[in-house]
Every structure is written in C-alpha cells, then in structure tokens.
Antibody
C-alpha cells in the first residue's frame, strides 16, 4: 500500500514537502507517480520517479514548479514545492505504476490535501 | 500531447441497467488505455488496463473495449455502489500520460 502524509495548510511563498510511503512490496522496483486534482476537477499527471535509481520525468506544466524525488532506503517518495502559490491548492495523490508500463496505476495513496491561503 | 475527451459529462442510469461511457483520443493510442473509478472522498481505483483487462478484484460487470482513438467502458447491471466519476487514461507515450476529464455516473 501507499500511505501519504497528512493535510497541510500553508501561506503563499512557503515551502512544502509531502510524502508517500510504500509497504508490502519492493519499493525500488516500481515507478511512483503523482497527480494533482484541483477542487471538483479531473486528474493532472505531474510526473513520475523510479526509486531504484531516482530517474525522474516531469509533465511539462509542472517542470520547474515542483520537485519529485524518492528515497529507496525509507521506501518513501516526495513531492516538494519551494514557494507555494494559492493556485497550488489541491488534492495530491501518489500512485504506483504496475510492473509493466501497460499495467496502469494499480495502487494509490489516500491523497494529501494542500491548502494555500494567506 | 494526446488529449482525451470523455462523454457524456454526466450519465444517469437506473439500477440493473447498462451504462456506456466513451473516451476519445486526439490521436491513436493503440490499446494503451486504462479506466479508473473515483468515489467521493476516495482515491481513484484502477478498473481496466490495456483497453479491456480487468484489474484484480474488479467485478465482471465492468468491461472495456475499443482501439486506436475510440474506447468504451461498459458497466452492465448497474448497482448503487457504481455511482462515481470514471476517468480514462492513455499511456501510449509512457511515462508521459494524460487523463480524460471524467464522466460522472449517477444511479437513479
């Protein structure tokens, strides 16, 4: 399973890192992705990281806006902002890519709500 | 970027009837398409991958079909617990993926 860190309330300009801890499988063998879901909206793919070697790929709209990383020693993936904006307010989910690229995202975290407000 | 358009935006169907949800891609994704179900307050759940393969534990009343640019998720014999938003996702150029905007399924 994937267990995400708790909800956050932050001010614009603050930094934030949320986490996603895997268990029950070999964390370093599976890609972990992140999606954003703004209130009442659909799913936006942000990027993906391979914990085995930290290879990271970003969706163009999110490149430079967030940092995705993983620590295989603690089976944890991270999503980090250096300077939050009000428009970052959303629910964020991590998910595991199945063993093959054809397998879809087969395990999801419970989500982390981030609220950015002055 | 491959865009996915889902229709209808909202679908209202009676229990026991069949629901048909559509997903159209802006260019061919071959069979690289998945479907997810998201209930209120929950994370999405994988239903179908590679167009028509059910994920582990998904009931047989959920089925997927299509290829290229036109895809369908069919839910036969609807039950109340099927009320949710359904998203399609393409991964033709994995790891770059995109999601459709979702179809809200209401059970009358």
């Amino acid at each position: 399973q994937l267990v995400q860190s708790g909800a956050e309330v932050k001010k614009p300009g603050e930094s934030l890192q949320i986490s996603c801890k895997g268990s029950g499988y070999i964390f370093s063998d599976y890609w972990i992705g992140w999606v954003r879901q703004m209130p009442g909206k659909g799913l936006e793919w942000m990027g993906i990281v391979y914990p085995g070697d930290s290879d990271t790929i970003y969706s163009p709209p999110f490149k430079g806006q967030v940092t995705i990383s993983a620590d295989k020693s603690t089976s944890t993936a991270y999503l980090k902002w250096s300077s939050l904006k009000a428009s970052d307010t959303a629910m964020f989910y991590c998910m595991r890519q199945g063993a093959d690229s054809d397998d879809g995202f087969d395990v999801w975290g419970q989500g982390t709500m981030v609220i950015v407000s002055s | 970027e491959i865009l996915l358009t889902q229709s209808p935006a909202t679908l209202s169907v009676s229990p026991g009837e069949r629901a048909t949800l559509s997903c159209r891609a802006s260019q061919s994704v071959a069979s690289s398409l998945a479907w997810y179900q998201q209930k209120p307050g929950q994370a999405p759940r994988l239903l179908i991958y590679v167009t028509s393969t059910r994920a582990t534990g998904i009931p047989a009343r959920f089925s997927g079909s299509g290829s290229g640019t036109e895809f369908t998720l069919t839910i036969s014999s609807l039950q109340s617990e099927d009320s949710a938003v359904y998203f399609c996702q393409q991964y033709k150029n994995w790891p770059s993926v995109t999601f459709g905007q979702g179809t809200r399924l209401e059970i009358k």
